[in-house]
């Protein structure tokens, strides 16, 4: 939503967008240590940490993929009367999800790379935190194993993305 108000009205934009755009050159990892210190430790930081992750290239990207919506589709959409549902429901959602698409698979990428740096810092359970226990044991088998089982998870995560794009996408030729 907070992407497409960024895309939609030009107030909003320039209202919040600045401030967003501020707050997010922050790295998360950054933010780690404010949340702690408001939330406890626990899960409640790193959930906070990984949705912040996720939100920034999903408003980002859809904020762009509806600014980029070619002025020939809106121009079309006026000359037919449509009204401002119709004109969001048909034209402009349709024409900005591959981009939004693009955010949705930065976030997954993000969001994951979060979780698991999170869990490295201050987790007590997590393929993070098994990683950063088998070093300290000098255990490689260990680091190595959480290594390939979070690559396989994020395959795997970014297939089932794939997956629905290509269901929402139907009418675009095969990649």
């Not at 809106?74 to 939004?100: D, K, N, Y």
């Not at 300290?136 to 998870?153: P, R, S």
């Amino acid at each position: 939503m907070t992407g497409l108000a960024f895309g939609l009205f030009p107030r909003a934009r320039k209202l919040v967008e600045p401030l967003f755009v501020a707050l997010a050159q922050i790295p998360v990892l950054g933010w780690l240590p404010i949340l702690i210190l408001f939330t406890g430790l626990g899960d409640a930081p790193k959930i906070i940490a990984i949705a912040w992750a996720c939100f920034i290239p999903v408003v980002l990207n859809t904020r762009q993929g509806i600014r980029d919506v070619p002025a020939g589709f809106l121009e079309l959409g006026r000359a037919i009367s449509l009204g401002p549902f119709s004109m969001l429901s048909t034209i402009i959602l349709p024409a900005a999800v591959p981009q939004i698409f693009t955010g949705l698979r930065e976030g997954l990428a993000n969001g994951w790379q979060t979780l698991v740096a999170v869990e490295l810092i201050g987790s007590f359970s997590g393929l993070g935190y098994m990683m950063a226990y088998g070093r300290q044991l000098f255990q490689l088998d260990v680091v190595l194993a959480a290594v390939v089982v979070i690559g396989v998870i994020g395959l795997a995560l970014h297939m089932l993305l794939a997956l629905l794009e290509r269901r929402l996408l139907y009418w675009q030729a095969p990649r």
